[in-house]
């Protein structure tokens, strides 16, 4: 048998429903508990997804969020560790935005090979399974599919400020534009999911996309194009093919 896990990240209970999005909610569906960064008091993609895939919380599996966002650069990651030292929250915040609207550097990239190094066991351990763009889990950190070439040149389509005094920190110059390119990246990975299931090689298959988070983002003042985005990601999600002994 073949086990298909699909991660939408950021997608919300409250705006699905078994009628209106059928392949969103399957049989059943629910909000979760989860855990909050020490570092931003909000959950952490960065370190949600090691805690999903093997089972321990954050100060276990040791990824955790030190300025609200991890870089795949040794020497970035090399800056933001100095930072820590010596530079107060605000100020790393204020750094971290910068990196983020200028460089083309991808967050969440950490290689498979420090869950070896530091003993750590995974879902993935002993199967045979495909791992699509799992943040901080990365098979081979020298190749980048276009999900993540995409979120490196997004440049001023998605504007991250800390600044600002509201819960909305984050801006788009074009937002349909930006929107676009969202989808498109949620139909690259659900794509490569769809390609494993019929390759029937899989005992597990395990993706995930950041497209309908980086929309809820910026769509605080355009809810007509965050749902439409839940509209489009659940016929992408309801066109994946069914192998003979397969399940989601």
Known sequence: MTVVVLGLDALDPDLVDSVDHPNLTLDAHASIETVLSSATDEPSTHELWP?????LLPD???LQLESGISWESPIINLGSTLATAVLPKNVRSILGAWLLNNTDEVPFRTPVSYY???GLSTLFDNISAETIGIPNYVVNPDLKDREHELRGNLGDLFQHDPTENTKHKHSSSNPREFYQ??????MIRIARARRAVRRREYELIFGYTSGL???GHIAYENPALQMRAYEE???FVGGAPEGPSSGR
């Open 213 to 215: 988070d980086l929309v």
């Open 51 to 55: 805690t999903i895939i093997t089972g």
């Open 181 to 186: 390119l969202c989808l498109e990246m949620s």
């Open 60 to 62: 276990e599996h040791g």
């Open 116 to 118: 070896t190094q530091n």
């Open 233 to 235: 990601i659940d016929e």
